[in-house]
Nanobody
């Protein structure tokens, strides 16, 4: 069974940059559709970006042009490069994976079975 461990979160000012990583163990990341989700206090968990087995990516409208998802299958690691950060990007960021997720569900939490514990991102104005 795959295990996911996120890292790279922190506190930055608006306009700053962070790079999140998600280490995959127990199974090769190349076998999975993977995604990043985030959850702000008092709000539902929302999809940020996904990447398919074939490398096809999807993004939430709120992060398009600012965030980039990538997957290093050699090192079994998922990344999220976050630029031009805004206070509304604040939240706990989670990595998720599953063997097959239809494209229309790749930004919905219900599409994924495996989750990491999350890493906190705080953006101040």
């Amino acid at each position: 069974q795959v295990r996911l461990v996120e890292s790279g979160g922190g506190a930055v000012q608006a306009g700053g940059t962070l790079r999140l990583s998600c280490a995959t163990t127990g199974s090769a990341s190349s076998r999975y559709v993977m995604a990043w989700f985030r959850q702000a206090p008092g709000k539902d968990r929302e999809g940020v970006a996904s990447i398919g087995v074939n490398g096809f990516t999807t993004y939430a409208d709120s992060v398009k042009g600012r965030f980039t998802i990538s997957k290093d299958n050699t090192n079994n690691t998922l990344h999220l490069e976050m630029n031009s950060l805004k206070p509304e990007d604040t939240g706990m960021y989670y990595c998720a994976a599953d063997h097959w997720v239809p494209l229309f569900k790749q930004l919905t939490p219900a599409g994924f079975s495996f989750w990491g514990q999350g890493t906190q991102v705080t953006v101040s104005s």
